[in-house]
């Protein structure tokens, strides 16, 4: 029972436990069982919250008895990204210096995530602040990729990914700030979305870069990951940036999974040299299908994509230096060579030299000098013209199309170290997912097969404008619908690294 | 070390000040700018804080529109123009009382530019260019201890109270003031002082500079007289009251004469004002400034104000300060002289209040500046603070003007209603206060002085009719100060003649 409980989709176990076939208890102590089976070799986890979780277990089953269900994932396992600030857990954010840190409130996510009756089985991996493609930026060990053990989970949010495709959870959170949901869910084969910016709130997100980051669900399927997106979504007063517009409705749609007559655009720029050969046949089969089943299929020319990631290398690590200034030894974290000898400037200098790990040093450095008087205006200020020129792409190409389409990242799952001490080459996982964190829309990465050099997974990704976020789970599900009947089961049951 | 100076007069004879203010005032917003945490001063060290204003990871801004409102009404009063859309700014700098190390300010999107303020000096306008005025968020407060200074460098250890954190500041910016002359001192003092007052009548701040509500940066620059250039300014920091914005520039003047006249040259920089001592002394040089990386703040959306609301507020100001001292001193028929000392007593509003509950101007006048005045010095207190109304006051005038009371009782009245007994007339009628008045009752009490000074009486008779003082003097003596004394001098006189 135990090893079926973990296999269940989040969908399946909320019917089960609506039935009465299943306890939230039950379910959460065969996902801490997971966990402790399988969490060793892949290290997706940071802090494991047994007892809290199996508190909270006890006290969904004890209100549903009683007749009360919360929500839909009332008694549903859930892993949360340690970028979300969680009272009663650390939260690291994969650095050093924030090493022991409780933090005295709840981001709002996750109070709506307590509030959903969802139960919070710990904290995962991540690139320090969120900064990287593979987690191995991480200050406290990297995740292994549950296809390869080998091979990186992605990043920044690797650990949650890597969770929902080991079933240690069925479902997980993370955040998106240049493709940090999506290219992990694709090296992974799962589903990840990174919903409209300001469609889920950053209230409680430890920032990197403020403008562009985007807190997102992560599911092994498409209906799981929208039953998660319609929980965490909608307007926060918190958050000044958050829309007051009501959630848009991705459930219902995961649900129709239909796109007769729906337009999609296949990004012409987004494929081509540097993109691996199983990616692109895997990406093209996709296509296919979609247009088999009753889509208008053309092709779309977004030409300022080229210039996203350099933009993108200005816009995050500028506001990332501004965000992380704040990591001073003064009032939390780390604090380095306070032993008298030291003036306060000191020691905030010794401190963020041991505190912050060489990318995150890196991002701090170039944004500062990207943003230093002088420069600004050939720098930071060309990057924000340049993400107009992208935002008015993505609105010509909306014109035309209901949703785009691209590979989710140009190869598959890389080996650890591999691209370690090659920032560039790092940097270009990202190159498909960029485009829509710069415009603040909608995407989400759905599994369309293994690349044939390799046989580790490839997403497809959906981009759709913003606020129309059902979209991409329209699509999305139809895709996962005919693509599993023609595997004649889910993608991950394919997955051997475990 | 003795700083060489240039005897004032002298400096400005030679030399041309240009001036310029920078003026922080703390609104008085019940909540941060940012965040619902309470504003009030005094509170326990960090007893007013929450994630947001301490910066915590994760937290994020949402302003305060009321703090929006006051920055517009302020720009409105000070003649500027509104923006119909602009950014916050991160200035980004290094330093523990600064929660996230970076300050939400405003740059080069001001809420209000390009108005001005006219000032009274010695009975002629100086119209005082204003070149923005932007809302920002306070710093919190770092108490230094150990080392001879009070500052960071060479402290054994510092404290920092984030009370004050993210409450909402306005900083006001005037342009370069030339042309003053050796009047530099006396027009940024009134400057500030006209400031101040127009602040208080708008009710956005309580602009306190002792607490440290309104806190000033005065810029001085100095130039041989006839030169086409101005000076390299000098910016002396945290000047925190009125004398001692007059004395800042009056120093930096001598000071900077004396450079220039050593053929040395003035370099930018910021420079701390000493009150002991009404010097100034060098900070942090301006030519190795830091860089403040500006950039707007991605936390936070545009502010654009709608222009209707805009007129709205402007339709809603009070009248300015210096319109409502014109109109007042027209009123109340006074000099400009005693105008200006109604107003450096801070009794403006109380007098005007005083007059409006039914005292004549004169008689209102008389007792704020009189006797209350002497008693709010006696307790070293600001003459608002004392515990009566002008409301009060006026009963009492009008006591006194009815002859219930005479001036010696409505003393006593005063003093009664100051230490808590009650209003004037529950003061009357528990110490039984009234002037007597009535004949029956002084007559006794006449007839008995009569008897008690023959050669008093005998002077009378013959014609020394001052000499009945000292008869007055014996009745009121017996009646503990409640006879009417003009009657009783005119009961005496009947007696004898």
């Known amino acids: 029972m135990s090893s079926e409980l973990t296999r269940m989709t989040a969908a399946e176990l909320s019917e089960a436990l609506s039935k009465g076939d299943t306890t939230a208890t039950e379910v959460t102590q065969a996902h801490l069982d997971q966990i402790a089976a399988v969490d060793g070799k892949v290290h997706a986890f940071l802090h494991v919250a047994a007892d809290q979780a199996l508190d909270q277990a006890r006290q969904i089953d004890e209100e549903r008895k009683k007749g009360t269900v919360r929500s839909p994932l009332a008694g549903v396992p859930i892993a949360v990204k340690d970028v979300f600030t969680t009272t009663g857990m650390p939260t690291t954010c994969g650095s050093r210096i924030l090493e022991g840190w409780h933090p005295p409130y709840d981001a709002t996510i996750t109070t709506r995530l307590k509030r959903s009756g969802a139960i919070i089985l710990g904290k995962t991996n991540m690139d320090e602040f969120a900064m990287g493609s593979s987690t191995e930026n991480s200050a406290y060990g990297v995740t292994h990729n549950p296809w390869d053990l080998d091979k990186i989970p992605g990043g920044s949010s690797g650990g949650s990914a890597a969770a929902v495709a080991a079933y240690e959870a069925p479902l997980a959170i993370g955040t998106d700030t240049g493709g940090s949901i999506r290219q992990p869910a694709a090296v992974c084969g799962i589903v990840g979305t990174k919903p409209t910016y300001g469609g889920s709130s950053r209230y409680g997100v430890v920032a990197f870069a403020s403008s562009l980051d985007t807190p997102g669900p992560f599911g092994r399927t498409v209906l799981d990951t929208a039953l998660l997106h319609e929980v965490m979504s909608g307007h926060d007063p918190m958050d000044s940036t958050s829309i007051d517009a009501p959630v848009p409705p991705v459930v219902a749609a995961a649900r129709e999974a239909d796109v007769s007559g729906m337009r999609i655009g296949v990004v012409t720029d987004l494929s081509g040299e540097g993109y691996q050969p199983g990616v692109l046949a895997r990406f093209a089969e996709a296509v296919e299908l979609l247009e088999s089943l009753g889509a208008k299929v053309t092709e779309v020319s977004c030409p300022h994509f080229r210039y996203a990631l350099p933009a993108y290398y200005l816009i995050a690590p500028s506001e990332c230096s501004s965000n992380l200034a704040r990591f001073d030894a003064m009032r939390y974290g780390l604090r380095a060579g306070d032993d008298g000898t030291r003036d306060a400037e000191e020691v905030m200098a010794l401190t963020r030299e041991q505190g912050f790990g060489a990318e995150v040093k890196r991002r701090i450095i170039l944004g500062t000098y990207a943003l230093s008087s002088g420069y600004y205006d050939a720098y930071y200020g060309k990057a924000q013209q340049v993400r107009t020129l992208i935002i008015r792409d993505f609105d010509a190409a909306f014109g035309q199309v209901d949703v785009l389409v691209s590979p989710s990242t140009p190869t598959t799952a890389f080996r650890i170290g591999e691209r370690a001490d090659d920032p560039m080459a790092m940097y270009l996982a990202d190159l498909c997912t960029i485009p829509s964190d710069l415009a603040g829309n909608a995407a989400i990465s759905v599994p369309c097969g293994l690349a044939d050099e390799d046989g580790l997974p490839v997403g497809l990704q959906v981009m759709a404008p913003a606020m129309a976020d059902d979209r991409l789970y329209r699509v999305a599900a139809a895709a996962e619908a005919a693509l599993t009947g023609r595997w004649g089961h889910p993608l991950l049951e394919d997955a051997k690294g475990l | ?497």
């Open chain 2, 1 to 497: 070390m003795t700083e060489t100076l240039v005897p004032f007069a002298e400096a400005t004879e030679r030399y041309e000040p240009v001036i310029g203010l920078e003026t922080h005032v703390e609104l008085g917003t019940r909540t941060k700018m940012f965040c619902g945490c309470t504003t009030g001063f005094g509170a326990e060290p960090n007893s007013q804080v929450c994630p947001v204003c301490l910066g915590l990871p994760g937290s994020l801004p949402v302003i305060n529109v009321k703090s929006i409102e006051y920055t517009i009404r302020i720009g409105l009063a000070l003649n500027c123009q509104i923006a119909s859309w602009c950014r916050f700014a991160r200035k980004n700098y290094f330093y523990p009382d600064m929660p996230k190390d970076f300050q939400i300010s405003q740059y080069d999107e001001p809420l209000c530019t390009d108005g001005y303020l006219d000032v009274e000096v010695d009975g002629e306008t100086v119209r005082i260019g204003i070149e923005r005025v932007h809302l920002e968020e306070d710093t919190g407060k770092s108490l230094h201890v150990g080392g001879a200074t009070g500052r960071i460098h060479g402290a054994e250890y510092s404290l920092v109270d984030y009370n004050r954190a993210g409450i909402p500041l306005v900083e006001i910016v005037t342009k370069p003031v030339p042309g003053t002359g050796a009047g530099a001192p006396v027009v940024a003092r009134a400057y500030v002082t006209e400031l101040r007052d127009l602040l208080r009548s708008l009710g956005v701040s309580d602009v306190r500079m002792e607490e440290g509500s309104l806190r000033c940066d005065v810029n001085t620059s100095i130039a041989p007289r006839g030169a086409t250039a101005w000076g390299t300014r000098t910016e002396t920091k945290n000047v925190n009251s009125l004398r001692s914005v007059e004395r800042a520039v009056y120093f930096e003047i001598e000071r900077q004469a004396a450079v220039l006249d050593a053929g040395g040259r003035i370099v930018q920089e910021t420079r701390h004002f000493h009150e002991d001592s009404g010097t100034t002394t060098s900070g942090r040089s301006k030519e190795e400034a830091q860089d403040y990386r500006y950039f707007p703040e991605p936390d936070l959306v545009p502010v654009a104000p709608d222009a209707e609301w805009v007129e709205q507020l402007r339709a809603a100001l009070p009248e300015a300060p210096s319109a409502r001292r014109a109109r007042l001193r027209a009123e109340w028929d006074l000099s400009e002289s005693d105008m200006t000392a109604l107003s450096n007593a801070g009794a403006l509003d109380l007098v005007a209040g005083t007059v409006t509950a039914g005292a004549s101007p004169a008689d209102a006048r008389k007792w704020w500046l009189g006797e209350l005045a002497r008693r709010a010095n006696e307790a070293a207190q600001e003459l608002k603070d004392l515990p009566i109304t002008p409301a009060q006051v006026a009963r009492v005038a009008a006591l006194v003007t009815a002859g219930t009371l005479n001036d010696k009782l409505a003393r006593q009245v005063i003093d009664a209603v100051l230490a808590g007994e009650g209003g004037p007339d529950e003061v009357v009628k528990a110490r039984n206060l009234a002037v007597v008045s009535d004949d029956a009752a002084l007559t006794a009490a006449v007839d008995d002085a009569i008897a008690a000074s023959p050669d008093v009486v005998a002077r009378i008779r013959d014609g020394k009719l001052n000499a009945a003082g000292v008869l007055v003097g014996a009745v009121m003596k017996a009646t503990r100060g409640q006879a009417d004394a003009a009657r009783v001098r005119e009961l005496i006189l009947e007696r004898l003649s």
